[in-house]
Every structure is written in structure tokens, then in C-alpha cells.
């Protein structure tokens, strides 16, 4: 295999609730943007947002992927995310098991 874990990353993507954390989920893998989404319940954030100090319940969403598919990822939360600003952040993964790296490129072609 030509690709690395170079292309692959881990992105963190914040919602407020599990109806919106599945129906992203679901989407990324139906159409290869993550091979796979990990709901975490139980989120609490806070942050600033317009000028108020605010504290939410959130469910995150834990999602392996490629870099090339990050700007999939950004027309599916356009698309399904109700947040006027969505989180969305990617991480680069620099070590994983090469059978589970394979499997996650070979994913997200």
C-alpha cells in the first residue's frame, strides 16, 4: 500500500444530541468520509459564544478518516449539523496498527 499514516487523522466533531451525533455518523459511513464514528454521551462543554460564558451537555463524535475527506466532512456537518459554528477539528494519527490503518484507508477511498 503507497498510502502512510500520514493521510490519516482522527477528527472531533461536537453535537447536541444523539439524534444529530447519529444522523452524522450514519451519513460519514454510508458514503466512505470515516471509516468509523465513535458516539460519546455525556459531554459537557463550556465555552464562550457571544459573549456569554455557557455550559452544554454535548455527545461527541470520535471519527477516523483521511485528510483528503476533510472537505467532505465539512458539506455533511453543513448539511445535517444544526450549530450556526460546528466544531470540527482533525488531529493527524502518527502510529496505529497497520492492519487497522489499511482497513482505514482502504474505508475512505
Known amino acids: ?15 447536541p444530541d444523539n439524534e444529530t451525533a447519529r444522523a452524522i455518523a450514519a451519513a460519514l459511513i454510508e458514503h466512505h468520509e470515516a471509516a468509523c464514528v465513535n458516539i460519546v454521551s455525556g459531554v459537557e462543554s463550556v465555552y ?16 477516523k ?19 450556526d459554528v460546528p466544531e470540527r477539528i482533525a488531529l493527524p494519527i502518527v502510529d496505529g496498527a497497520p492492519a487497522y490503518m489499511n482497513w ?4 475512505t477511498r
Open 1 to 15: 500500500m503507497t498510502d502512510t499514516t500520514d493521510d490519516a487523522v482522527v477528527v472531533y466533531v461536537t453535537t
Open 104 to 107: 482505514l484507508l482502504d474505508q
Open 65 to 83: 478518516t483521511r485528510r483528503a475527506r476533510l472537505d467532505a466532512i465539512d458539506a455533511r456537518l453543513a448539511e445535517l449539523h444544526h450549530d
Open 48 to 63: 464562550r459564544w457571544q459573549g456569554q460564558v455557557e455550559t452544554d451537555a454535548e455527545w461527541l463524535l470520535v471519527i
